[in-house]
T-cell receptor
Framework: DVKVTQSSRYLVKRTGEKVFLECVQD?????MFWYRQDPGLGLRLIYF???????EKGDIPEGYSVSREKKERFSLILESASTNQTSMYLC??????????????FGPGTRLTVL | KNEVEQSPQNLTAQEGEFITINCSYS?????LHWLQQHPGGGIVSLFM???GKKKHGRLIATINIQEKHSSLHITASHPRDSAVYIC???????????FGKGTRLHILP
C-alpha cells in the first residue's frame, strides 16, 4: 500500500519563525511536490523535485525553499513565516514521466497557522 | 480564464441521487485525474484517465478528448460521499499538473 506521510497534521507558528514541513514517501518515487491549498484558489505548486538534491520552482515559490537530501524525503522550509503563509500544505509524489503512470499520491496535509 | 474549470462549485443533494461533476479544460493534456478530499485535508486519487470511461464501485469517470471535457458521476450517492472533488490535468507541453478549484459535494441523509 503506497504511502506519503507528513510530519504534522496541524502546526501553529509565530511570524518570523523558521518552519520545517517534512514529507516522506515509501514508494521509491523520483518526483516529489509541495502544494499549498487555499479557499477559492485550489492547489498551487510551490516547488517540486525530480531527484535527490534537485529542485524546481513551481508557480508560487516566493517565501519558501526546499531540501531533498534523500530520495524518500522532501522538506519545505519557510525561512521567516508570515501570516499570508497560513494555509493547508500538501505533499505528493509520483514516478518520473516515462516510467509508468504519473499519477500523484498525496499526503494527509499539514494545516499551518502563522500568528 | 482558468485552464481547468469545474462545475458546479458547490452541490447539495439528497442521499440516493445521481451526481454529476463536470470538468472542462483548455490545454492539451496527456491525462486527467479525479481526486477526492475529505474534511481534514487528505487527498485520495479516484481515477486517472486519458480516454473513454472508468468505473470503480459507484463512481464513474468519463473523458471526451475532442471536447476537452470530463465528468465524474456518483450513483446512489451516500452521505459518506460528501467531500471536495478535484479535477487535475497533466499538460502535454511540460507535464505539469493544473488543478481545478474543486467541487464541494454535500449529500444529505
Amino acid at each position: 500500500d503506497v504511502k506519503v506521510t507528513q510530519s504534522s497534521r496541524y502546526l501553529v507558528k509565530r511570524t518570523g519563525e523558521k518552519v520545517f514541513l517534512e514529507c516522506v514517501q515509501d514508494m521509491d518515487h523520483e518526483n516529489m511536490f509541495w502544494y499549498r491549498q487555499d479557499p477559492g484558489l485550489g492547489l498551487r505548486l510551490i516547488y517540486f523535485s525530480y531527484d535527490v538534491k534537485m529542485k524546481e520552482k513551481g508557480d508560487i515559490p516566493e517565501g519558501y525553499s526546499v531540501s531533498r537530501e534523500k530520495k524518500e524525503r522532501f522538506s519545505l522550509i519557510l525561512e521567516s513565516a508570515s501570516t499570508n503563509q497560513t494555509s493547508m500544505y500538501l505533499c505528493a509524489s509520483s514516478l518520473l514521466p516515462g516510467q509508468g503512470s504519473n499519477e500523484q499520491f498525496f499526503g494527509p496535509g499539514t494545516r499551518l497557522t502563522v500568528l | 480564464k482558468n485552464e481547468v474549470e469545474q462545475s458546479p462549485q458547490n452541490l447539495t443533494a439528497q442521499e440516493g441521487e445521481f451526481i454529476t461533476i463536470n470538468c472542462s479544460y483548455s490545454v492539451g493534456i496527456s491525462a486527467l485525474h479525479w481526486l477526492q478530499q475529505h474534511p481534514g485535508g487528505g487527498i485520495v486519487s479516484l481515477f486517472m484517465l486519458s480516454s473513454g470511461k472508468k468505473k470503480h464501485g459507484r463512481l464513474i469517470a468519463t473523458i471526451n478528448i475532442q471536447e476537452k471535457h470530463s465528468s465524474l458521476h456518483i450513483t446512489a450517492s451516500h452521505p459518506r460521499d460528501s467531500a471536495v472533488y478535484i479535477c487535475a490535468v497533466h499538460m502535454n507541453r511540460d507535464d505539469k499538473i493544473i488543478f481545478g478549484k474543486g467541487t464541494r459535494l454535500h449529500i444529505l441523509p
